[in-house]
């Protein structure tokens, strides 16, 4: 999942800082999510597959399709 979401956010050319703020926080505290370091808590899951507009699946990994639909 951690390798994922820092996909997801490289594919769109943003940095930790600019997902960060979105989700209302600092970007040390989203750096851990994508390290590993802390658990992605289940809000914050939802905000990305929204914001990356694919599923929580493919976040976590269940799937390889990140397309929402598939």
């Known amino acids: 999942m951690y390798k994922r979401i820092r996909e997801l ?3 769109k ?13 600092s970007q040390t505290g989203y750096s851990k999510y994508e390290t590993g370091e802390n ?5 914050i899951l939802i905000k990305l597959a929204h914001f990356y507009d694919t599923s929580t699946d493919y976040i ?3 799937t390889d399709f990140p397309d929402k639909y598939e």
């Open 39 to 43: 658990d992605v808590p289940t809000t």
């Open 9 to 11: 956010r490289e594919d």
């Open 60 to 62: 976590l990994g269940l």
């Open 13 to 25: 050319h943003l940095n930790q800082t600019q997902v960060a703020k979105m989700l209302g926080m």
